[in-house]
Nanobody
Framework: VQLVESGGGLVQPGGSLRLSCAAS????????MSWDRQAPGKERELVAV????????NYADSVKGRFTISRDNAKNTVYLQMNSLKPEDTAVYYC?????????WGKGTLVTVSS
């Protein structure tokens, strides 16, 4: 299993970013995918999850209405569209998949929200 995140960077408050996660090594279309994040000095937390076919999504309360998770099973890629970013969204963002009893994460992509 390999997960490679991209799309992070520095953005001003109120701005937008789109994160991508390219997956390989497993049957992507068969598994739910998640985005987690870890802010400095804090524990890693779930941000959003999407079902295998993409028909069901769930979000942390802190990002509801601002973030959208989506996937393209033809491209083995999951996305996180982040709008109206706030300084408290600053974190390393990871995509995650659970295959069997094992959870896998990528190396993450850093999002910094600052003026």
């Amino acid at each position: 299993v390999q997960l490679v995140e991209s799309g992070g960077g520095l953005v001003q408050p109120g701005g937008s970013l789109r994160l991508s996660c390219a997956a390989s090594g497993f049957t992507f279309s068969s598994y739910a995918m998640s985005w987690d994040r870890q802010a400095p000095g804090k524990e890693r937390e779930l941000v959003a999850v999407i079902s295998s076919a993409g028909g069901s999504t769930n979000y942390a309360d802190s990002v509801k209405g601002r973030f959208t998770i989506s996937r393209d099973n033809a491209k083995n890629t999951v996305y996180l569209q982040m709008n109206s970013l706030k300084p408290e969204d600053t974190a390393v963002y990871y995509c995650r998949v659970a295959v069997g009893n094992v959870r896998y994460w990528g190396k993450g992509t850093l999002v910094t929200v600052s003026s």
